[in-house]
């Protein structure tokens, strides 16, 4: 069988659900006949752990969208070692691959879409989206409707969900007290976030709940888990809502499981979400969900029967929800274990063999292909 090479943009310097999925996808497609190659920036947290997992690295600078020295470099990579598709999975590294793949007939482009904002102008509709780009990847239904209600051909977009990765979450990885560490009575009840402070997030909304949850129930503990632009923001948000004592910012967490084994519930309150990995994490854990209905997420999580939904923006709500199961601990449990089938449904292997299909349509026969 014919070797296919695919080489995976990714400039982000940072190491979230996305860059999670880049990772576990190359290592599963590792021995499906493949070589996978992973452009990214040479000091990014991805690329240093695809290095340690022995998968090869090629650096660039990925300056910005218009990087021309990258794309110059990418497209004099993709012709010498002959590589048969460029696998975009930001959205910079999007425009800068439309650039470098100009002309090249020989390479196919793919590009996963992992939010549910609107293409908003001309340039993304009709040329960013447009028929340079070969299939479009989307993590979720709810991502691929709205491509298409932008104007994206729905035969150039297929869904492929976010598989959970369980491997990060191993015994190995060890165990952080952080009730201890950040002094959190045993016997309280703790709600948890795990999400990039970035505005879509809309952390606020959860403050603005939890400041609710508190008049009713002062010894609940909310721990924040993430880095992001957002952080003065929301550091003053606690300040005037007067939830320093009950809201745990923990910034950057390299054990995340610490996070998740220490709750008692899983909160994400985004306006805008195309699945968010972080949900299934949760749910490994056997968290119940309180979510908004943002994206993709109600494809995850079931109002009533693994957690709830909740309007976008509605922070009572919000509150309402997080006190039924802050007061009833059984209801907790029941919603918690009620998660495994998503899992099911959501595992990395089949995110791996829907993603190589899709490989192969648009190859199609790859025996024909010129450079073979």
């Excluded at 309180?290 to 309007?311: H, K, R, S, Y």
Aim: glycine content about 6%; some cysteine.
């Amino acid at each position: 069988m014919t070797e296919l090479r695919i080489a995976h943009v990714n400039d982000s310097l940072s190491w979230r659900g996305g860059e999670r999925q880049v990772l576990e996808l190359m290592k599963g497609l590792a021995g499906e006949h493949t070589r996978n190659v992973l452009v990214s920036k040479p000091q990014s947290e991805l690329a240093r752990r695809a290095r340690e997992r022995g998968i090869e690295v090629y650096p660039l600078p990925l300056a910005g969208e218009w990087d021309i020295v990258s794309a110059l470099r990418l497209r004099s990579y993709v012709r010498r070692e002959r590589i048969h598709i460029v696998h975009t999975h930001t959205s910079h590294a999007h425009s800068m691959a439309l650039f470098a793949l100009l002309g090249l007939r020989d390479c196919r482009l793919v590009v996963s879409r992992r939010v549910d904002f609107h293409l908003h102008s001309l340039f993304s509709r009709y040329v960013k989206y447009g028929k340079s780009v070969n299939r479009i990847i989307a993590v979720s239904e709810a991502v691929r409707k709205v491509l298409i209600e932008d104007g994206v051909e729905p035969d150039r977009i297929t869904t492929v969900r976010d598989g959970f990765v369980a491997d990060e979450f191993s015994m190995a990885a060890g165990f952080h007290n952080l009730r201890k560490e950040t002094g959190i009575p045993d016997e309280a009840v703790v709600v948890a976030t795990v999400a990039a402070l970035a505005p879509h997030k809309a952390h606020s909304v959860l403050l603005k709940a939890a400041h609710c949850v508190m008049k009713k129930h002062p010894h609940v503990r909310f721990l924040l888990a993430g880095e992001g632009e957002m952080r003065p923001e929301i550091e003053r948000d606690i300040r005037n809502l007067g939830l320093e004592n009950s809201v745990v910012l923990l910034g950057f967490v390299k054990d995340i499981g610490s996070v998740y084994r220490t709750a008692d519930i899983f909160a994400i309150s985004s306006r805008e979400e195309g699945l968010c990995s972080s949900i299934l994490d949760a749910m490994y854990f056997n968290l119940p969900i309180v979510a908004t209905n943002a994206g993709g997420i109600p494809e995850l999580v079931q109002d009533g029967v693994n957690g709830f939904i909740v309007p976008v923006s509605d922070h009572l709500s919000f509150a309402e929800r997080l006190n039924v199961l802050i007061e009833h601990e059984e209801l907790r449990k029941r919603m918690g274990v009620r998660s495994t089938s998503v899992l099911e449904r959501n595992s990395m292997t089949f995110t791996i063999s829907k993603t190589l299909e899709v490989y192969r349509e648009i190859l199609g026969n790859t025996k024909n292909r010129s450079h073979e």
